[in-house]
C-alpha cells in the first residue's frame, strides 16, 4: 500500500493525554483513560539525538558512521492530579477512614509498569493523533502557588517489542466511555 500525499485534519483545540496499561505483546492499549486538566502550554514533545560512532583509521581519516536510534519524550503538567492518578504512577497506601484521620501517603515515586500513550481531540472526529503502545511513566509532584498542587509528568517512548516506536492515527478511538482522572464524563 503506498502512502498517502494528504493528511487528516490535525487535531488543535482541545487536546487531550489518554494512557493505558501496555497490552500483551507490548501491544497498544484497548483501555484507555483522560488523566485530567493539562496546563495550559504544558505538553512538550523532546527529542535526544542517539550516539554517533565513527569509525576512523590510524591516521584519523573518517571511514564510516552510524548514528544510534535517539529518544523521544512527552512531558506535560497535571492539574490537581486525582488520587487514582496518583495511584497509577506512585506507590500509595491509605491510613484512616474519613475527614481528619485520613491520608494518602506516598511509599514510592518509582513505578515499573509500560503504559500506552495518544494525544488526540475527541471533538475532531477524523483529526490525528499522536500514538505510543509502549513508554515508561515518571511524576513528581509540584506546587503552583496560582494553581496548586501540580504534577510533572515524563513519558519516556520505548521500542515495543513489534519495532513500531510510535504512530500516527484517527481520533474516533478514543471518543466513548471517555474517564477525566478515573471518573466517567457526563
Known amino acids: 500500500m503506498a502512502l498517502k500525499t494528504t493528511m487528516s485534519k490535525t487535531a488543535w483545540g482541545d487536546v487531550n493525554l489518554y494512557i493505558g496499561l501496555t497490552g500483551a505483546g507490548d501491544a497498544l492499549t484497548e483501555d484507555w483513560s483522560n488523566l485530567g486538566y493539562i496546563s495550559e502550554d504544558g505538553v512538550t514533545i523532546e527529542t535526544e539525538d542517539g550516539e ?3 569509525l576512523k583509521d590510524v591516521n584519523g581519516l573518517l ?7 535517539g529518544t523521544l519524550s512527552i512531558s506535560f503538567t497535571l492539574i490537581n492530579p486525582s488520587e487514582e492518578t496518583r495511584g497509577k504512577f506512585w506507590s500509595l497506601e491509605e491510613e484512616g477512614s474519613d475527614g481528619a484521620n485520613r491520608k494518602v501517603w506516598v511509599k514510592s515515586l518509582i513505578n515499573s509498569s509500560y503504559y500506552s500513550i495518544a494525544l488526540a481531540n475527541p471533538k475532531a472526529t477524523g483529526s490525528e493523533s499522536f500514538i505510543a503502545p509502549k513508554c515508561k511513566v515518571s511524576m513528581k509532584p509540584t506546587y ?3 494553581k496548586g498542587f501540580m504534577a ?3 513519558c519516556k517512548i520505548l521500542t515495543p517489542a513489534n519495532g513500531k516506536m510510535f504512530g500516527f492515527g484517527l481520533s474516533d478511538e478514543f471518543v466513548g466511555e471517555e474517564k477525566v482522572n478515573g471518573e466517567k464524563a457526563e
Do not use: F, H, R
Open 52 to 54: 554517533e560512532n565513527e
Open 63 to 69: 571511514l564510516d558512521s552510524m548514528q544510534e536510534e
Open 152 to 154: 510533572e509528568v515524563t
Open 144 to 146: 503552583d502557588a496560582t
